[in-house]
């Protein structure tokens, strides 16, 4: 819990990259032999997923909000947190879920457009979201101390 508690105030570097997807640039992607489950976590937070035989080996989030996304001026929903199993990586199950997300938020919540957000040096997961028709945004460079956002540098396509 201390820990936790001096967590909060440290300076944390932001180097991201923002992506998007909206029903002008929606990407069709193979359906797999997995079915994605949903759980409704809390009113901002969904929860997609796949098991196999009792296993879960993919979850991916979806948040209506996101802090970050205000530096960027943007609104939408946002989704992160995602982990895939290591036994299961390389069967394209990430881009599968990310985009089956997408489709669902555009096409029948009638989103405008959703949004990713990676880190930098994360090139596998870089890999997946472009992969799952994902276009980049903006990257962002920032410091975040506690809830505030300085220094940020925003580099849009």
């Known amino acids: 819990m ?3 508690l001096l967590r909060l105030w440290k300076i944390i570097p932001i180097d991201v990259i923002v992506y998007s997807m909206t029903k002008d ?3 069709d992607f193979k359906n797999l032999d997995y079915p994605i489950q949903v759980a409704q ?3 901002n937070k969904k929860q997609f997923f ?3 035989e009792g296993l ?3 979850q991916s989030f979806l948040f209506k909000k996101l802090f970050l996304l205000k530096i960027i001026n943007e609104v939408g929903p946002t989704i992160g947190d995602c982990n895939t199993l290591e036994a ?3 069967k394209s199950i990430y881009p599968y879920v990310i985009n089956y997300i997408a489709k669902e938020e555009l096409l029948h919540n ?3 457009e959703v949004f990713i957000i990676v880190n930098s040096n994360n090139e596998s997961s870089i890999r997946g979201i472009e992969k799952a028709g994902f276009k980049t945004h ?3 460079k920032a410091k975040r101390f506690l809830v505030f956002h300085f220094g940020v540098h925003r580099n849009s396509n």
């Open 56 to 58: 879960l080996v993919h």
């Open 25 to 27: 640039t929606i990407a």
């Open 2 to 4: 201390l820990k936790k």
């Open 110 to 112: 009638n989103q405008k």
């Open 88 to 90: 299961y990586k390389g």
């Open 138 to 140: 903006t990257k962002i």
């Open 50 to 52: 796949i098991t196999d």
């Open 41 to 43: 976590i809390s009113p």
